[in-house]
């Protein structure tokens, strides 16, 4: 158990629909980093916040959106959904320990766009 | 473009013996280096990592070795157990860049199998 929790575990929508994903980070982490993994594309950078503020983006579409909230929980929302979004989405953190690079990775969301 | 690439996706290796998995990176902007493993349906986890002023780290079971110079590294696994049988991910970050962003470079994953 790595302490960094997603919710839901799996997420069944229709294209056209708004999800919501969630993330918190383990006690004390002030970075979330989000990342994305699709069969042809392994996983993928999304975005990252720092204690509240985006920090750095990576392949994320214009349609996808994040926020960190004061207690540093994580959200990830996805709108105007298109089949091939249909991925496992996976969220990490980092900054409690004193090597600030290693991010510990939650269990993920199966998203599935019909 | 590819920064990080595993060019292996399957090694199948007896229990007992060696595994050696291989990842060549691209940007010479990158100084940490990790390895993860990943189970189906969970999370990667975090394995062990180098930073790029070392060329080997130990912990355990495993071991990693970075050649700077072929843009290089390898993980190995001594002995390999049936319980490692997973997929492997390399990752490598530029702390180099500044702040606090340390995004991790994924390559696509080189699947184990320890045979018993």
């Known amino acids: 158990d790595s302490g960094v929790t997603q919710t839901p575990k799996h997420l069944i929508t229709a294209t056209g629909q708004r999800v919501t994903l969630r993330c918190s980070p383990r006690?004390?982490?002030?970075?979330v980093y989000w990342y994305q993994q699709s069969l042809d594309q392994g996983l993928q950078f999304l975005i990252q916040?720092?204690?509240?503020?985006?920090?750095a983006k990576g392949n994320i579409l214009e349609r996808f959106s994040a926020q960190q909230f004061p207690d540093l929980h994580s959200e990830l929302n996805l709108s105007s959904l298109e089949l091939g979004d249909s991925a496992l989405y996976f969220c990490?953190?980092?900054?409690?320990?004193?090597?600030?690079?290693?991010?510990?990775f939650g269990p993920g969301t199966r998203l599935l766009v019909l | 473009d590819q920064q990080v690439k595993q060019n292996s996706p399957s090694l199948s290796v007896q229990e007992g013996r060696i595994s050696i998995l291989n990842c060549d990176y691209t940007?010479?902007?990158?100084?940490?280096f990790l390895w993860y493993k990943k189970y189906p349906a969970e999370g990667p986890t975090f394995l062990i990592s180098?930073?790029?002023?070392?060329d080997k780290n130990e912990d355990g079971r495993f071991t990693v070795f970075l050649n700077k110079s072929a843009k290089h590294l390898s993980l190995h696994i001594v002995p390999s157990q049936p319980g490692d049988s997973a997929v492997y991910f390399c990752?490598?970050?530029?702390?180099?860049?500044?702040?606090?962003?340390?995004?991790?470079?994924f390559g696509k994953g080189t699947l184990l199998t320890v045979n018993p």
């Open positions: 916040y720092y204690n509240g503020e985006e920090r």
């Open positions: 990752a490598a970050s530029a702390r180099g860049s500044g702040g606090s962003n340390y995004k991790l470079t």
């Open positions: 990490a953190s980092s900054g409690r320990d004193p090597r600030l690079e290693t991010q510990y």
């Open positions: 940007n010479s902007m990158f100084d940490y």
């Open positions: 006690s004390g982490d002030l970075s």
């Open positions: 180098i930073s790029s002023i070392k």
